[in-house]
């Protein structure tokens, strides 16, 4: 192994989990793009955190509470500085990816689109790059246009550039497919979207944890991820905004915090980030992030890439030898348009009994439609699908893991 390589073996000795059994066999764990699992460092930033400084934050003059605002803006420092955003200010911590897209929806689009303005989105959103734009362009007698896939797997730019001719106001795409694993072209889509004069979203969930991101060199307007699918604890995501759409866009919840002044004729708003964040924020949260970010950064984000992308070849490789089994998203070879994620299909096996079987060998992986209905039922055409997903602490032992469930499923149902 090349010093450029990152050492799973030695990363699991940092997630406590891994110490457990599960069903009397060592814990597999496929399944982190649903959610990640905790390095030690970020668990005990939490605790620290209670046993030394819990206080609220913006307001006690005292010692333990400035400690706290002060590791809070750090946090929205770091992230700032992790995907090359402008600086914290732009930075504001909501609960997960949904909110942060339902917030765009609910502040920008609310005030922004109207009676038959179109909105554009993919065929490989998650619901929650789906419903917020369903429910806005419901209120507002909007249009809401769906972009389709080329092979089942990429965004098709001939038929992207002829919906961008209705000039939506909104263009909200996901960075990286959670089902197909697809890695869009992100910048080009951003740019051609920004000269057909849209505002536009990304949902960066399967990518920020994964490579490195730089979203000022994407040029996107709005961007939202998790903390939880990038080794932080769940109950803190991230949205980004550009500073003069923040500036400009009403705030969407009230009350403390989040105003400057508060008379009975009316408020006025506290600066960004701030004006989007009423009440007390998740601290635990923001700080187990930016430890989260810390242990990302010792690794390195091309390293952990690197590692998926290797990884993924691998399996892609050995699923593709094995009759029966199809993939879905880029065929095998494809690997650098491909995040660590496959998802896949049995000739006539259920998927949930595929996931039980692969249970039933400490291997947790996820099945369903994974909250991508439009993509599985309507594109893909499946009721569900199985889906197995990498992250640092996973290694070829692990594939092989999985490799043999797959061709225990098989002599199961007797499928040759
Ligand atoms: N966008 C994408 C692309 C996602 O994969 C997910 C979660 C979300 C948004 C929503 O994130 P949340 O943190 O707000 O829940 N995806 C998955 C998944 O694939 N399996 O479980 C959750």
């Known amino acids: 192994m090349s010093v450029e390589e990152l050492n799973p073996s030695e990363i699991k000795k940092d997630f406590p989990i891994f110490g457990n059994a599960v069903n009397g066999k060592r814990l597999v764990y496929l399944d982190s793009a649903a959610t990640s699992q905790k390095p030690k460092q970020v668990v005990d930033a939490i605790v620290n955190y209670y046993y030394s400084f819990n206080a609220n934050i913006h307001r006690g003059i005292y010692k333990i509470s400035e400690q706290a605002t002060e590791e809070y803006e750090r946090s929205k420092e770091k992230v700032a500085r992790f995907v090359n955003a402008e600086n914290g200010k732009n930075i504001i911590y909501v609960r997960n990816t949904t909110e942060a897209l339902n917030t765009v929806a609910l502040t920008f689009g609310e005030h922004n689109i109207a009676k038959g303005d179109h909105i554009l989105i993919s065929d490989m959103e998650h619901h929650s790059n789906i419903v917020p734009w369903q429910l806005l362009a419901k209120r507002k007698s909007a249009i809401l246009d769906f972009v389709p896939l080329k092979d089942n797997a990429f965004i098709d730019i001939p038929s992207y550039e002829k919906l961008l001719e209705n000039n939506p106001k909104i263009v909200s795409l996901t960075h990286v497919s959670n089902v197909l694993g697809t890695i869009n072209e992100i910048k080009k889509l951003t740019s051609m979207a920004k000269k057909a004069g849209s505002t536009v ?54 009350g403390g915090d989040m105003i400057s002044s508060v008379r009975r004729s009316g408020s006025e708003w506290n600066e960004i980030p701030w004006k989007f964040e009423a009440g007390t924020p998740n601290i635990e949260g923001a700080i187990g992030l930016g430890a989260a970010i810390n242990y990302l950064e010792g690794i390195g984000m091309q390293k952990i890439r690197n590692h998926e992308k290797s990884l993924t070849g691998y399996a892609m490789e050995a699923i593709s030898r094995i009759p029966g089994v199809e993939t879905y998203g880029p065929a095998p070879g494809m690997e650098s348009e491909r995040g660590g994620v496959i998802s896949f299909g049995l000739n006539g096996v259920h998927p949930h009994d595929v996931s039980q079987i692969f249970d039933s060998e400490g291997i947790a992986i996820r099945a369903g439609h994974h909250c991508a209905m439009p993509l599985v039922t309507e594109v893909l055409r499946k009721g569900a699908v199985s889906r197995m997903s990498f992250y640092i602490y996973n290694d070829e032992n692990d594939v092989d893991a999985a490799i043999a469930a797959i061709k225990k499923v098989k002599s199961i149902f007797h499928i040759s």
Not at 210 to 221: A, K
Not at 223 to 247: I, N, Q, R
């Open 201 to 254: 979203v990304v949902d960066g969930a399967q990518s920020v944890p994964h490579m490195p991101v730089d979203i000022s060199d994407m040029g996107c307007d709005f961007f939202a991820f998790s903390s939880h699918k990038m080794l932080g604890p769940s109950g803190v995501g991230v949205l980004y905004g550009k500073k003069e759409l923040l500036e400009t866009t009403e705030p969407l919840f009230g």
